[in-house]
């Protein structure tokens, strides 16, 4: 007979577990609401960001009258970009990501209002310190919130808070690229300053109402080795195996005389096939600078009169299809608890790549809007597939890996610009963006057989450990004095 307390105990420990999951529950839908709300303040700002590079780009030309001054602009907020990828990773390691993000955006508004004020004599060194701070601002915020996600939503919902930001942000580009013209011609602009400042005043009052988890505050949680509770990393694999351990920060260590060691770079060697990824985000960056500088020399050879209808139009199409993926990808993740994978990451380049070369191949414009859909629903996957990617590195490097990413890209970007820039200058827009694109996809492939060469050895090596396993349960493993075998094999 059971216990007269079994059923009362069973009960009991039923109507425990329940209560944490409906804990659990609630804690989901706090935290997810919360995000929420990040996400539109970062929308927010985001259209201040659009807004500004089509504002201040023609301001600069109008108050130097040079195209040089324009592009030695643009160059300085690249390279701003560039330093900060450096140097944000040891900035999450000191501070928190909520830090970081709120005087991100109280330096962009800042400097705003100082150029907003700024005399006719001091508007070229003003103009600089945009640059500069702009540029080193949105690196800095970005990685602190790509970086931070998964202490913010929890792992299982890293591909839905991917999709989500990246949704907000590409509605604010379509309408920060769509309303600057409008904004400019019709209030001028100081308005349109005034109106990027608003923004990014905005999106700090929400990062300064919102509990933020990441940065140093994740790690502190976990403890000072960078390891959770049960001696494991923020991705549940075993610290120490993946380079997560009390040595990995390695740039700033609290011992004296320990070898200062390039911690972006041990973020790389984390994963198999992680250095080559971002190797390919930067190529893809490159490729990206191509298609960017040339759609306007090809705008106007298709109407001299009106050359910007056709940019806006194929950038309103693109992100029509990189929302639309977004809202499959939500689905996705929701229906089924997993994330877009590395290979989604390589095959979305190789098709976004392609459909992006073919834009320029001079079909008719119904065709080409649906080449424009297809490079965007492809570029919102990679854009997925690859943040979640480097989500799965340990809290302790994940901050460098993004800032190493965000370097990469500056970097592409920006090389490529000025090749693309002089190339244009002596070939056609389908000739430059076919060579930065193809260069995008023979890497792709490389990566693509990369990741197949890494999962058929994990499937050959699991199988291998199955038929050892099983040897072992029928015959023993004497040589190794294996009690369990020598037993079965004396029965």
Known sequence: MGSADGPKADEADGGARKSREA????????????????????????YGTFLNMVALNLFVYETTGRALAMGLFMAVRLASGFVAGLVVGGLLARFSAKSIMLWANVGQGSVMLVLILAPDGLLTGALMAVSVVIGACGTLFMVALRSSIPEMVGEDRRAWANSLSITGRSLAMVAGFASAGVVVSLVGYTAAFVVDMATFVACAVTVALLPIAGGKGADAAKGADGKGADGKGADGTAAEGSGAGKDAPGAASAKGGRRWRP???????????MGLMVALRGVDAFGSSSHNAALPIYSTSLDTSNPAVFVSAFWCVWALGNIGAQQVIQRYAQRTGRSVGALGFGYGTVVMSAAFIAAFAGFPLAVTAVIALIAGAADGLTEVAYTSHLQTLPATLRGHAFGLSATFENLGFGVGMIL????????????????????????????LLRVAGVRRAGRVGRAGRAGLRKEEAVEGRPDRGDRDGAEVSGG
């Open 23 to 46: 804990q659990e529950a609630r804690d989901t839908a706090v935290s997810e609401r919360r995000f929420r709300f990040l996400v539109a303040g970062y929308a927010v700002s985001s």
């Open 420 to 447: 693309v820039a002089a190339a244009l200058d002596r070939f056609s827009p389908l000739a430059v963006v076919g060579w930065s694109h193809g260069a995008a996809i023979v890497v792709a492939v490389v990566f």
């Open 263 to 273: 911690v972006a770079f041990l973020a790389l060697a984390a994963a198999p096939g």
